[in-house]
């Protein structure tokens, strides 16, 4: 249930899109088009963007600027976008979709794909669109979301990540509470989670699910409409919370097979 859950931190990679330190590279293979006129750059052909650690690569690339203000400054960028074969990374981290619009005045950008990707060396997370309201600093993922890690997985309508400030580097962000959403469903090879909403915490590793919550293992199962497990120690608990009754619990029983209770009898 724990790599599920951290996959979520990935999100964190569309904080690079808010980084103000240097100005963005952009190069092509094919052309790169300065229409005057429309106010817009493209570059056609695998387009590559850089900023500092960050690259962003794609068939094309379009950038839409604001011309010289009444003062006589700069103009700058208010939009960007990226279509076919959207890749985005950083030194740890890459980001897959169909498209990519960032819309720089919102503070918005959304990755598009069927699904959109985001992967590290040990997760992935996968959705129809992943999107990240950067001056808030929350990252959603909607639509057929789901989330692997080995062999387990996490399926979800919606996941919502919210990020603070690093304690020890003020210039990180990191993650500080997600919330899952519908039809949870968490499948790991030993058992398998059903509930209507789920709060992870990493600072303190541990998860709350509420509402309709179901653990199955080998056939047995827990009914209940709260329920909470330490990642640290690995003791969950259910409880029935406002909503629901008792806690239910249905377990299998064993059956003896010939050969035990054979020997049960010889050793009476």
């Keep these: 249930m724990r790599k599920q859950l951290f996959a979520i931190t990935l999100l964190l990679f569309f904080g690079a899109l808010s980084a103000q330190a240097n100005d963005i590279t952009l190069t092509a293979e094919e052309k790169v088009e300065w229409h005057s006129n429309s106010q817009k750059i493209v570059a056609v052909g695998n387009a590559v963007a850089t900023k500092d650690n960050m690259k962003i690569q794609a068939d094309k690339l379009i950038g839409h600027y604001l011309g010289k203000g009444k003062n006589g400054e700069k103009g700058r960028i208010k939009r960007v976008e990226a279509l076919g074969n959207v890749k985005m990374s950083s030194d740890t981290t890459n980001a897959f979709g169909d498209s990519l619009d960032y819309d720089v005045n919102k503070d918005i950008a959304v990755l598009i794909g069927k699904p959109a990707k985001i992967s590290t060396p040990k997760e992935n997370i996968t959705a129809d669109k992943i999107t990240y309201f950067i001056s808030e600093q929350k990252a959603i993922a909607s639509e057929n979301v789901i989330a692997t890690s080995n062999e387990n997985k996490l399926n979800a ?112």
């Design 157 to 268: 309508e919606t996941m919502v990540a919210y990020f603070t400030k690093n304690n020890q580097n003020k210039s990180d962000m990191e993650l500080d509470k997600v919330e899952i959403f519908n039809n949870i469903k968490i499948t790991t090879p030993d058992a398998e989670v059903l509930a209507d909403k789920g709060i992870y915490y990493p600072k303190t590793e541990k998860v709350k699910l509420f509402h309709n919550i179901t653990i199955t293992q080998n056939g047995n199962s827990l009914k209940g409409d709260q329920a909470e497990t330490d990642l640290k120690t690995g003791i969950s608990k259910i409880t029935s919370g406002a909503k629901a009754g008792r806690v239910t619990g249905v377990f299998k029983e064993t059956k003896k097979t010939k050969d035990t209770q054979t020997k049960k009898d010889v050793n009476d």
